[in-house]
């Protein structure tokens, strides 16, 4: 195969970059039709190290080539009522929480990111020390445009909410957990594990004898886990396919 050539441009949002000449062509989805054209010159447009007591609400956040909000080792920071799109690169997320407790990400709409829509972090598993940190209420859809192993929100740490969220059009679980005590209630989910395979709606991973200690699933309804793998028996590329 031939890649990486400008004269392969011809269908709607090919784009081609050309580093020694710093030119970039690109087809854009209506070629006849006049629109402003945004480029990301920004990593993580919203960096909080160690704040507490802040609310960050009503606001759009859009446009970066790192993570909309980042959150670090913060307690009881607010982001409510936001709208978080066209965000992140591979690794760039919509909401990062690293550390802290007591933070929330609430009544949020947020799509179109390059990776995950929500990370929560915090807390710490083996002595259970809780994170209580939440994501509630939040509509998150269409997330991870570059990286495939996105989540709708991605938990690790001890003592989460991921609770009364609509999560849809993933390509890998809505919601993934490491860590424990965590409660996931209340989600609706649906098209999930669009491009992935041995994933789940609601999954994760345990790497020790305490992972997923005291974690509760309840009430949630989840439609269209699909999956996306090669099957070796019959050499072709499936979907439906080893999904949960």
Same mark, same amino acid.
């Given at each position: 195969?031939v890649?990486?050539?400008?004269?392969?441009?011809?269908?709607?949002n090919?784009?081609?970059?050309?580093?020694?000449?710093?030119?970039?062509?690109?087809?854009p989805?209506?070629?006849?039709?006049?629109?402003?054209?945004?480029?990301?010159?920004?990593?993580?447009?919203?960096?909080?190290?160690?704040?507490?007591?802040?609310?960050?609400? %009503?606001?759009?956040?859009?446009?970066?080539?790192?993570?909309?909000?980042?959150?670090?080792?913060?307690?009881?920071?607010r982001?409510? %009522?936001?709208?978080?799109?066209?965000?992140?690169?591979?690794?760039?997320?919509?909401?990062?929480?690293?550390?802290?407790?007591?933070?929330?990400v609430?009544?949020?709409d947020?799509?179109?990111?390059?990776?995950?829509?929500?990370?929560?972090?915090?807390?710490?598993?083996f002595?259970?020390?809780?994170?209580? =940190?939440?994501?509630?209420?939040?509509?998150? +859809?269409?997330?991870g445009?570059?990286?495939?192993?996105?989540?709708?929100?991605?938990?690790?740490?001890?003592?989460?909410?991921?609770? +009364? $969220?609509?999560i849809?059009?993933?390509?890998?679980?809505?919601?993934?957990?490491?860590?424990s005590?965590?409660?996931?209630?209340? $989600?609706?989910?649906?098209?999930?594990?669009?491009?992935?395979?041995?994933?789940?709606a609601?999954?994760?991973?345990?790497?020790?004898?305490?992972?997923?200690?005291?974690?509760?699933?309840?009430? =949630?309804?989840?439609?269209?886990?699909?999956?996306?793998g090669?099957?070796?028996?019959?050499?072709?590329?499936?979907?439906?396919?080893?999904?949960?």
């Amino acid at each position: 195969f031939v890649r990486g050539t400008r004269e392969l441009l011809d269908v709607a949002n090919e784009w081609h970059w050309d580093r020694v000449a710093s030119v970039f062509a690109w087809i854009p989805p209506d070629p006849g039709r006049k629109s402003a054209i945004a480029l990301a010159c920004v990593d993580n447009l919203v960096e909080m190290d160690g704040c507490s007591d802040v609310t960050l609400q %009503g606001l759009t956040f859009e446009c970066a080539n790192g993570s909309g909000l980042v959150l670090r080792n913060c307690a009881r920071v607010r982001i409510a %009522g936001c709208v978080i799109r066209n965000v992140g690169d591979a690794v760039g997320d919509g909401v990062v929480i690293e550390g802290g407790h007591d933070n929330a990400v609430v009544g949020c709409d947020i799509s179109a990111t390059g990776n995950t829509g929500i990370r929560l972090g915090g807390g710490e598993h083996f002595t259970l020390t809780p994170g209580r =940190n939440r994501a509630i209420n939040n509509y998150i +859809h269409h997330v991870g445009l570059v990286g495939k192993h996105a989540n709708g929100v991605a938990v690790t740490g001890a003592l989460h909410t991921v609770s +009364h $969220n609509l999560i849809h059009d993933v390509p890998h679980s809505a919601i993934f957990m490491w860590g424990s005590g965590h409660t996931i209630e209340f $989600n609706r989910i649906r098209h999930t594990c669009l491009e992935t395979e041995d994933a789940g709606a609601i999954g994760g991973g345990a790497i020790d004898w305490i992972s997923w200690h005291g974690v509760t699933i309840r009430y =949630n309804r989840i439609e269209d886990t699909m999956g996306y793998g090669y099957d070796e028996s019959s050499r072709r590329w499936k979907s439906p396919y080893f999904a949960a």
